[in-house]
């Protein structure tokens, strides 16, 4: 199966910048699409920012401009460079990839990390 491991989460001040980033191992033949969602406490998971295998990016609206999603294919990785934090951006942020498993697949399936808590002081 494929395994997702974060790191680079942490405690911070509210301005301050944090690099988070997510390995993927295991059976994989390609990986699709690769992101970031993040969970508040008691709040539902939401969406941060994908990237495409061409590179295509998409963010949400309250991160655009200060949140960079970026990947590095020869070894499954994904990376979310965060600046200008804010206090509202606290959250455990889940990495999340679509890999093919099996060769001749024709699409990803869906593999979540465990999660890398981010906390933004004011």
């Known amino acids: 199966q494929v395994q997702l491991v974060e790191s680079g989460g942490g405690l911070v001040q509210a301005g301050e910048s944090l690099r988070l980033s997510c390995a993927a191992s295991?059976?994989?033949?390609?990986?699709?699409?690769m992101g970031w969602y993040r969970q508040a406490p008691g709040q539902e998971r939401d969406f941060v920012a994908r990237?495409?295998?061409?590179?295509?990016?998409n963010y949400s609206d309250s991160v655009k401009g200060r949140f960079t999603i970026s990947r590095y294919n020869p070894n499954n990785s994904v990376f979310l460079d965060m600046n200008g934090l804010k206090p509202e951006d606290t959250a455990v942020y889940y990495c999340h990839v679509e890999a093919r498993t099996t060769l001749g697949a024709t699409y990803g399936m869906p593999f979540w990390g465990k999660g890398a808590l981010v906390t933004v002081s004011s």
């Open positions: 295991g059976s994989i033949f390609r990986t699709d699409s």
């Open positions: 990237i495409t295998d061409d590179g295509t990016t």
